[in-house]
Each structure stands twice: as C-alpha cells, then as structure tokens.
C-alpha cells in the first residue's frame, strides 16, 4: 500500500515536470519565434539632379540576437571584401557615427558583424544574396550581440553599394517598426504546428502510458486479493467447529466472550476454534478471517499453520479420503507445548501429556450437517 502511494506520488511529480517542461518548450519556442521589422530611411545627394533624394521602407528585419534599438549613421562599404569574412576586414569610416554594409554569404552573421563592430560601427546592414529579390531572413548571430544589426533585401543593399560605390554620402536611419509572430511566415507556421502537435502527441503517449500501467497494476492488485481470498476460504473451511452444548464451561461462564460481538456464548451456537486456541462464534469471525486471516486476540497467522501442518505432517496422512470431505487430524499437543500458547482458552488441561483430537473437516461445507448426522447414526448402531 505505501509501495502504491509511493509510486503514485513519482507520477504525480513526473506529470507536473513533464507539464513545466512542454511549457518550457512552447514558450521558448514562441519567443524565439518572435521578430522585429525595422523602418529604413536612406537619404543622399543626388548630384545629377542637385538635390537630397530620400525613400523609408519597413523593408529590414532585426537579427534574432540584436538589441533593438534605433541606429542612423553614414554608410560605409567594407575597403576590400564586401561579404566582411575575413578578420583583417577595414572600413573607410570618415565620421564618427557609421553604419557597415556588408553583403550576405561566405561566413556567418556573427563573424559580419563583429567585423563592423571592432572597426567602430553603430549598426550593421546586410543585405541578401543575389536572386532574391526583396526578401530577406532572420539572421541569428549569437557570438555578436552588441551592436545593432538588420537585414535587408538584396535590390535595396545592391542599390545602396552602388551609390557609396559612386561615392555618394549615403545616410541611413533605422528605426523600430513591428514586431511579428510565427504566423508572418508560412514555414514557420507549419514547423510550428509540427512542433505542437509532436509535443502534444508524445505528451499524450506519455498519459496513455501511465494509465494502462495503472490499470494494469490495479488488476494484478485485484487478482493478488482475489487469490488471497480463495486461499482464507480454504483455510477457513479446515477450521475446528463446535457446537456449544449445555454444560460446556464456556456456556455456563459470562466471563467468556466472543471479542467480535462482545456477546457471551449460548447453548447450541456454533463457535470457531482457531490454531491458537482461540474461539469466536463462527458467523463473527468468518467474515473477519476471509479479510485478515489472523487471530483478532493475538494476532496468529491461520495460513502460516496450515503451512507448518502441511510441512510437519507426512503426506499419506493429509491426503482425502473421499472426494467430498475428509477427515484431517490436528495434532494439538504440538500447541499445547509451545511457549506462548500454553494456556486453552477452552478450559481443558493443557500439560496432561499428548492428546490427540480427531476433527471433522469438510471442502464443502453443505456436507457438514449431513455427515453430523451420519456420525450421530454410527454412534446408535455401536450402542
Ligand atoms: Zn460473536
Ligand atoms: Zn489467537
């Protein structure tokens, strides 16, 4: 029983972590799922028509691992490599306030912008590879988290290298536009719904699991009980009956009870004598012995003797006799002897050398009123 609670109570903190931990995963997926877009401002002097010509887009994104914040600063062009791989990478920067452009490809997004970050830059555009048009990606650059870092398409970063190229002086502002969720993009949404419905279906495994290992376990728990019933039953059925006549010390004494009903005993009751000589009346202790096969006085084990009897006796002599019934003898003085049942209850001498009591007893009990009656029959033909 304590074993079951035990076991109960292991379940019942695997469930609760288990739970903590789907939790977990959906929030963090969630979040991480999350994405900043950003307004790009571009402002130069276009010097073919002698004015300022400027345009503001909500065309980048912020990288998963950029601070989000606003950026604005003249653009400048990596000196020799524009996809800023390498580690001696160097930027014209003419004024103190700059923003790196830096083209996707060739090595990561952190190695791009710590590039742009140890030449002294506010923020770092990057702008896609060729052929994609205006689309751009969320960038995750976790070894580079310290300066602001956006992507934008490749048709606006090409258009941007070209002017700086022509040597324009390019200003860019960044400014924080929206943030978006999984559902913007159709990939996401169907990883997302996967993930779900993974965690879901395993999470539901793991429900199924414990449930049937509970059911199972519950009717192993009703077959143990069941077996032991059947076993009390059959103990019960080789238990010593008596029926109380006028006479008998125990019906003239008050003194002595049956425990179960705190009733003293009457002419013709049937009682129940137990292996440690212990007695109840017999529709008292049945029901208490098919529940707990022990002694409610001391406590002695019913099934435990029938053991010992059958270890102890030879087995020529507790074979049945007949299909019906048998006869079993109990060897008495083997109690009476032992040291901590020396006294009978029954009031009969207890050290007056062996004494052997031949007992009637029956695997079904309807035949016990018809061999009574049988014995009755002998014992007037005798006389
Ligand atoms: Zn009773
Ligand atoms: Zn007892």
Redesign the pocket.
Same mark, same amino acid.
């Given at each position: 029983m304590k074993a079951n609670l035990k076991l109960r109570t292991v379940h019942g903190h695997s469930c609760i972590w288990l739970s903590v931990f789907v939790f977990q995963c959906c929030f963090q997926l969630s979040a991480s799922l999350l994405f900043w877009t950003a307004y790009v401002e571009v402002r130069y002097f276009d010097s073919v028509s002698n004015e300022t010509v400027g345009s503001i887009c909500e065309c980048g994104v912020f990288g998963a691992d950029s601070p989000i914040f606003s950026a604005s600063g003249l653009l400048v062009l990596p000196n020799s490599d524009p996809l800023a791989c390498s580690k001696n990478t160097t930027f014209n920067a003419k004024q103190q306030k700059w923003i790196a452009l830096v083209k996707n490809g060739d090595c990561t997004y952190s190695q791009k912008i710590r590039a742009a970050w140890r030449n002294g830059a506010s923020a770092v555009v990057i702008y896609n590879i060729d052929g994609t048009g205006n689309n751009t990606e969320l960038m995750a650059h976790p070894d580079a988290t310290n300066i602001v870092a956006i992507m934008v398409g490749n048709i606006l970063g090409t258009e941007m290298a070209e002017l700086v190229n022509k040597g324009s002086d390019v200003y860019v502002a960044i400014a924080v536009a929206k943030t978006y969720g999984w559902w913007y993009s159709g990939t996401w949404a169907y990883s997302l719904s996967f993930t779900f419905i993974g965690i879901t279906a395993i999470t539901l495994f793991y429900f199924a699991y414990l449930f049937i290992k509970r059911m199972y376990r519950n009717q192993q728990l009703k077959k143990q009980e069941m077996e032991m019933k059947r076993e009390n039953e059959k103990a019960i059925a080789k238990l010593e009956v008596r029926t109380l006549r006028t006479g008998d010390p125990e019906v003239e004494s008050e003194d002595v &009870? /049956? #425990? #179960? /009903?705190?009733?003293s005993?009457r002419h013709n009751e049937k009682v129940t004598v137990l292996p440690c000589r212990h007695f109840?009346?017999k529709? /008292? &202790?049945e029901p208490w012995l098919l529940e707990h096969p022990t002694c409610p006085m001391c406590k002695f084990h019913i099934l435990k003797y029938k053991i010992d009897e059958e270890i102890d006796e030879p087995p020529s002599s507790s074979s049945p006799s007949s299909d019906t019934f048998r006869l079993s003898v109990i060897r008495t003085e083997q109690l009476h002897t032992s040291d901590s049942r020396n006294t009978d209850p029954l009031g009969r001498p207890s050290g007056s050398g062996p004494e052997i009591q031949t007992q009637h007893i029956y695997e079904n009990l309807a035949f016990e009123e018809e061999a009574e009656r049988m014995e009755h029959q002998n014992i007037n033909s005798q006389g």
């Open positions: &009870i /049956c #425990v #179960v /009903c705190t009733e005993f109840y009346h529709k /008292c &202790i």
